[in-house]
């Protein structure tokens, strides 16, 4: 059997990497293609699940808003705690042995939160070299006119300081690069967004397809 199709998703939190990945999904499942995501975020999650309920009262798999934001100093400790104790591979071998438990039954793999590139072994050569996969780097961006009506583009910017120093790395290194137009809360309007974004993927995948010897996305 062919080994999956890996894409990892790049780009700031609120860059909307996980309604890409439902478009996506669409589009594939309408060619046959069986999808699965895939998050480093949720290898955390578990990990630390029953120390969160235990303690706090708190299932971070399955809470609210608030609640998340009650126990995120701890998420992002004990994450980063763990990524520098291992030099980056505590979460990806975690998510690997996931992966490598399902793969048969996965046509496209896709891992929603590739967000560092840090250290030799790290999430980017993790999706580029060890699974020879593809890597998209999204971004969101809005316009903002001056007070004399004059627009420019703006793009949303990270949430900590962590994303500000690691996304650039992974962004400067993605094979992909997609600019996402915020279009508001409207349902329709963000699907018709996202469509037309992953319609430029496919146009760029089956591009660089033949040349690096990827399977086609469109014909299953």
């Not at 990892?8 to 439902?22: C, I, N, Q, V």
């Not at 708190?58 to 291992?86: Q, W, Y």
């Not at 967000?115 to 593809?134: A, H, S």
């Not at 627009?151 to 500000?164: A, G, L, Q, R, V």
Request: overall charge negative.
């Amino acid at each position: 059997m062919e080994k999956p199709i890996y894409i990892g998703l790049s780009g700031l939190a609120g860059t909307g990497k996980d309604t890409f990945y439902e478009q996506l999904k669409f589009r594939l499942n309408k060619n046959l293609y069986r999808v699965k995501r895939y998050s480093l975020g949720d290898c955390l999650k578990n990990d630390v699940k029953k120390w969160c309920i235990d303690k706090y009262s708190i299932d971070p798999t399955n809470c609210s808003r608030e609640e998340k934001n009650f126990i995120r100093p701890f998420l992002v400790s004990h994450a980063g705690i763990m990524r520098a104790m291992s030099k980056g591979k505590y979460w990806i071998n975690a998510l690997q042995k996931k992966i490598n438990s399902e793969k048969e039954q996965v046509d496209v793999a896709v891992i929603t939160d590739i967000r560092y590139n840090e250290y030799e072994y790290d999430e980017v050569n993790w999706i580029k070299e060890d699974l020879n996969g593809i890597l998209v780097h999204l971004r969101r961006y809005y316009i903002e006119y001056n007070v004399s009506g004059i627009p420019s583009t703006k793009y949303i910017m990270p949430i900590n300081e962590d994303e500000k120093k690691n996304d650039p790395a992974v962004k400067g290194v993605s094979d992909l690069s997609i600019d996402i137009y915020d279009v508001g809360e409207k349902k329709d309007d963000i699907k018709q967004e996202m469509d037309e974004k992953v319609s430029e993927f496919f146009g760029w995948y089956e591009n660089e397809r033949e040349e690096n010897g990827w399977k086609s996305l469109t014909q299953n």
